[in-house]
């Protein structure tokens, strides 16, 4: 395997940023994300950041169109998107399944539906994603019970495993062997005789096989109206969630006759999310919103692409102001009484 020993991780991060706009972890205790790296930037790869990847790829706001009305006629103009190749670095496994669901709702089209987003497409086929495997867990993480290997994900361009002393290099695909290239001929990687490192060891675990069908029954138990009660509908837990995307449209007038359409990330947990125009809400309660972000996660989602809409990230376990935790979630629906 090829390795990198971590004194030259600064030389390396110049090279990548050299090569393209550069994103790194970074921050502190209070708040951390990914941002776009500079010369003396420290970068954190000792912990998950706080917020992940998904607004690189899937932007808080972006502007979709503009719109000109000229008498009778109106001229409707997509944003031009001059986007440059991204290198993101540092990614873990968990915010690159939660990239993979992203892919799943804005790049495929099925025999159910589904789209192919051009602003979307373009970012992500930009996007060039260094994953780094986890040595260890936060107490919060809980990525192994839902399908995800903490160690690697095969949809990483680059692949860098903690060795200690030095980051295992493995390409995965050609944006990543390019990379890879770029160190080597640098003289920066080495070739060793290493084995992979073992998988992290978690705290918190959950047993979510069979989730999806149980839930098939319990569109109507009490359970919602328990935890509907408890939630504040903040909507802390979707907007830290890596792979929650939900988003409105808004129209923004500049005058009478010029203006753009806007797309700007939402929530299901917010009371007007699904406020109609004639004022009805077919979810106007707290447990009608809960039950729909479970019910997304572990049941809509699976049926549909074949993954949990959760990656196990801990984000909204760890950040929930009433301790509104999903692994207990999960375990209830498990131990729930249902008829039939």
């Not at 990239?99 to 025999?111: E, N, P, R, W, Y």
């Not at 729909?292 to 959760?310: A, S, V, W």
Request: hydrophobic content about 35%; charged content about 25%.
């Amino acid at each position: 395997m090829k390795t990198l020993n971590k004194i030259s991780l600064n030389s390396a991060l110049e090279i990548f940023a050299s090569y393209a706009p550069l994103y790194v972890p970074a921050g502190n205790e209070t708040f951390s994300g990914f941002v776009r790296y500079s010369t003396g930037l420290e970068v954190r790869l000792d912990k998950n950041t706080k917020l992940g990847p998904k607004s690189l790829l899937f932007p808080r706001v972006e502007n979709l169109y503009s719109y000109s009305n000229h008498g009778k006629d109106t001229e409707i103009s997509p944003v031009p998107k001059e986007i440059e190749p991204t290198i993101i670095f540092g990614v873990r496994s968990c915010d690159l399944q939660a990239i993979v669901c992203l892919d799943d709702v804005f790049l495929s089209q099925t025999s159910r539906g589904g789209i192919n987003d051009y602003n979307y497409r373009i970012r992500r086929g930009n996007a060039i994603i260094v994953a780094l495997g986890c040595l260890e867990a936060d107490g919060d993480c809980f990525c192994q019970s839902m399908g995800v290997d903490p160690s690697e994900h095969e949809q990483a361009d680059l692949q860098l495993f903690d060795l200690g002393e030095s980051f295992g290099v493995e390409s995965h695909t050609a944006k990543g062997l390019n990379l890879s290239r770029l160190l080597e001929n640098s003289g920066l990687l080495a070739e060793k005789k290493v084995a992979k490192p073992r998988p992290a060891s978690f705290a918190l675990t959950v047993d979510a096989q069979g989730i999806t069908h149980k839930l098939q029954k319990m569109f109507d138990h009490s359970l919602w109206d328990e935890l509907g009660a408890k939630c504040l509908n903040c909507g802390v837990c979707t907007y830290v969630c890596p792979a929650c995307h939900c988003f409105d449209i808004s129209v923004c007038a500049k005058d009478g006759c010029n203006g753009s359409t806007i797309r700007h990330w939402d929530s299901c947990m917010f009371s007007q999310y699904t406020e109609m125009a004639g004022g009805h809400n077919p979810r106007p309660g707290k447990k009608e919103k809960v039950r729909q972000r479970f019910l997304h996660k572990l049941r809509y989602f699976p049926e549909r692409y074949g993954k949990f809409l959760c990656t196990g990230c801990g984000r909204c376990v760890a950040l929930c102001p009433v301790n509104l935790d999903i692994t207990e979630v999960i375990r209830r629906v498990k131990e729930a009484e249902i008829d039939g």
